[in-house]
Structures are given as C-alpha cells and as structure tokens.
C-alpha cells in the first residue's frame, strides 16, 4: 500500500474502470465505492467498498487526508426509456451521491487535496450552432438542469478549502462501452447514416483523452472550476457518421428520420440523441492539457480497426 489514495464513486463503470487502472499505474491507492464490492475481488491497490450510494456510512473516514476524490455516480441516462420515474433515479442518484461526498469531506480531519465533479456538456442545451466554451450560461430542459444541480452538489466541499473541478464530458468514444458500440451496430449491417439530417453538433473525445483529462485535473494544483471535456473540433452528426462508415469500410448515407428517431426514444430523442452542442474546451487547453486525439478521423479509425474493437 502507498500513503496516496484517490476514492472513486461510479469507479466500476465506463469512465471509473480506465482511470482506476491508470491511477494505479501512477503509484495510487484507489478506493472504488459500490453497491455491489462482494461482486469484485480486492487487488494491489484497489479496494471495492461498499456503500448505499446516499451516505458516508462505511467509507467517509476514507476522506481523511485523500488525494483525492472523484465523484462519477449517477445512473445511465440513456439505459431506460424516459418516464417520470426514471428521471427521478437519473437526478436524485446524482443528488445522493454529492451529498454523500459533502458529508465525507465536512467529516475528515484532513481534508481531501482535491474533488472531481462529473457533469456533461448536456448543461448548456442544444444551441444550435454557437460556440460554447465554460463561460457560456446554462440552457433550458430536463438534461441541462440535471447538470446544474449535480455540479452544485458538491460545491460545499470549496468552503472547506478544497480544490474542486468540475468536467463536463462530451460523449465519450471508446471500444468496451459508451455510445460507439451502439452507433457503429447499423453501419455493420450496411444501414449507418446521419440522424434527423445530421446537421447538429457532436462535442466529442477519446476514451483515453478523457481518462487523461481526469488525471490532470487531480495532479494539477492550479486547476479549479469547470472544464469542459471534449475535443477542440466538434463535428456534425453527418461528418461522424460518415467518418465511421469509412472506418468500418461501410456505406454511410443512410438518413435516419427524425420522426423515427423521436417515435423510438421519446423526450430522450431531441434531449441527449438529437441535440446540438457546440462545445469546445478552452480551459483545459488554457491549462496545458495536451489532446492525444483532436481529429474524429484519427479517433474513430483508431477505435474501430484495432482487434480489441467490434464486440458487436
């Protein structure tokens, strides 16, 4: 064991299972909080501590004197159809969890050196075809108000002197999970296109750029506030799906109507699916941080043609 611990919430999911092993890479403890820690084994340096999701009960005197702490739980929002009740879980799992990190923090002797708030690009709304950078206001919709009131719930832990920033993830593109997987299963049956027309903007990045993005931000003392976690050129929905039929050698031009689209997902359609946000991170570049992947081609060839790809 080392004296350096990062505690993860969400760190059995998409984003936490590459930044724990990364972390670990680096010489980290790492604590992954869970449901379900009987379902995982402890190894070198990783602990999996249970917990309700809602409080500090049984891991908050793990606060005391971490590094770090990242707050990525939340349920899926795109693992139901929307109704009433699956917003609910939506917003309150990441109301619950923020609260349980606050309570950590307002509890430790030492408090942590740093908290890392998840939130996503989906704060600002579709805007069309504006720029918008970390100074741009908040939008309107159920999204975009899920996003303010979980970056805000934790905002407590700053008046206990901790450093805390705060990432709003565009959508992430990786090979064992996200939307990649989904987006690519049409055109491997010679029916992939642009949704709706495709003419609204995708704030994209790499699995691995995000997972880096979260590093710097935890070793970087002189990073606070909000970053905005995708890559500095944006594409259009049309310009992803035809980078990704000529990754998989595939036909790309396929329309997807957007009646279609709205009739198969609901509110879920215009809010997450058929929104655009033309979102660029000028803070984290202003930071030092440096992109692996700023180009979709590159990205998106690199993920789809290497063997660990295609799990379809």
């Known amino acids: ?6 505690i993860i919430t969400g760190g059995t999911g998409f984003i936490g299972r590459g930044l724990t092993t990364k972390l670990v890479a680096d010489g980290y403890d790492v604590a992954v909080l869970t ?10 340096h990783i602990q999996y501590v249970q917990w309700d999701g809602r409080t500090s009960a049984g891991w908050g005197a793990l606060a005391d004197g971490a590094d770090a702490i990242v707050n990525l739980a939340g349920a899926n929002i795109a693992g139901k159809r929307w109704n009433a009740a699956v917003k609910d879980t939506i917003l309150r799992s990441r109301l619950a969890a923020g609260e349980a990190v606050v309570e950590a923090v307002s509890a430790a002797g030492v408090k942590p050196g740093a908290l890392v708030q998840a939130s996503a690009v989906g704060i600002y709304g579709s805007r069309d075809n504006d720029e918008l950078d970390e100074s741009a206001l908040p939008g309107d919709g159920f999204l975009a ?3 303010r009131r979980w970056e805000s719930s934790t905002a407590a832990v700053e008046n206990a002197g901790v450093r805390r920033t705060v990432v709003r993830s565009g959508i992430v593109l990786g090979r064992d999970g996200g939307v990649l997987p989904r987006w690519s299963r049409p055109f491997k049956f010679f029916v992939g296109g642009p949704l709706a027309g495709g003419g609204h903007w995708v704030p994209w990045i790499h699995y691995d750029d995000e997972i880096e993005a979260i590093r710097f931000l935890i070793k970087d003392d002189n990073t606070n506030g909000v970053y905005n976690l995708c890559a500095p050129e944006p594409l259009k929905n049309r310009d992803i799906s035809r980078i990704i039929g ?5 036909p790309w031009w396929w329309p997807i109507p957007g009646p279609l689209i709205r009739a198969l997902y609901g509110e879920m359609a215009d809010a997450l699916l058929l929104a655009s946000e033309r979102a660029v991170p000028r803070r984290l570049l202003e930071a030092g941080f440096v992109f692996r992947f700023y180009n979709a081609e590159a990205a998106l060839r690199e993920l789809t043609t290497t063997e660990r790809m295609d799990p379809l």
């Open 1 to 6: 064991m080392t004296d350096r611990l990062v």
């Open 35 to 44: 449901r379900r820690a009987d379902a995982y084994s402890n190894r070198d």
């Open 145 to 147: 108000n899920v996003a």
């Open 246 to 250: 000529k990754a998989l050698k595939r």
